[in-house]
């Protein structure tokens, strides 16, 4: 597609829910990142895929966070047994090459997720 | 620990107005800065700065990077409404590490 698609826009979930997010990046981009937007805050990074492989998970805040992305497309960032502070803006982007080709990121849209 | 902070964090200016945001930076292994500007959706991006002085223009945005200050700056000039936003600094060590953002708002 032209952009990065993130779906669902919006997720209410129950504490103790899972939730899973979907991230279909720019056609043909290598790299793929998720960060979570809490409100009034930047963007924080949680981790990195290159291609299939995922080099850099150093900022997912739990074992409840597992990101995949098993054909080297489309990303899931799944959240298990969800907590009120998981209540944030998740955002994906990809870029062309690798992270260190210095290439700039392109974001999609987001998901809002509000745990009640 | 790697550490972006963005300035005012928050302005309020009348169209026509030009302004100034500020960006200062420690990171242990930089590569680029980047400017987005985000609005109720994705950040979009505007710029991405990887040598000192060499200024870039698109339309009334422009940017500089001072690599030895470590800080960069984003210019606005003759502020119109549809500039009101938050706008991002981040820098590139292999993920970006971004700023809390600076929310401006033009009022008419």
């Known amino acids: 597609g032209a952009g990065v698609s993130q779906s669902p826009r919006y997720k209410v979930a129950k504490r103790g829910q899972d939730v899973a997010l979907r991230c279909d990046p720019i056609?043909?981009?290598?790299?793929l990142f998720w960060y979570q937007q809490a409100l009034g805050q930047g963007p924080e990074f949680l981790t990195y895929?290159?291609?299939?492989?995922?080099?850099?998970k150093s900022g997912l805040p739990s074992d409840r966070f597992f990101a995949e992305r098993p054909e080297g497309s489309v990303s899931t960032l799944k959240i298990q047994r969800t907590q009120q502070e998981d209540s944030a803006v998740y955002l994906c982007?990809?870029?062309?090459?690798?992270?260190?080709?210095?290439?700039?990121?392109?974001f999609g849209d987001g998901t809002r997720l509000s745990i009640l | 620990e790697d550490k972006v902070v963005q300035s005012p964090l928050s302005l309020v200016v009348h169209e026509g107005d030009t302004v100034t945001l500020n960006c200062s930076y420690e990171?242990?292994?930089?590569?680029?800065l980047l400017w987005y500007k985000q609005e109720k959706k994705a950040p979009t991006f505007l710029f991405m700065l990887?040598?000192?002085?060499i200024e870039k223009k698109s339309g009334r945005l422009s940017s500089i990077l001072d690599k030895k200050e470590l800080f960069s700056i984003l210019n606005i000039t003759a502020t119109q409404t549809g500039d009101s936003a938050v706008y991002l600094c981040?820098?590139?060590?292999?993920?970006?590490?971004f700023g809390k953002g600076t929310r401006l708002s033009v009022i008419a």
């Open positions: 895929f290159q291609n299939e492989a995922q080099l850099d």
């Open positions: 981040a820098v590139a060590n292999t993920p970006l590490v």
């Open positions: 990171v242990t292994n930089f590569r680029s």
């Open positions: 982007a990809s870029s062309p090459g690798p992270a260190t080709s210095n290439q700039p990121q392109h």
């Open positions: 990887t040598s000192s002085g």
């Open positions: 056609s043909g981009h290598v790299s």
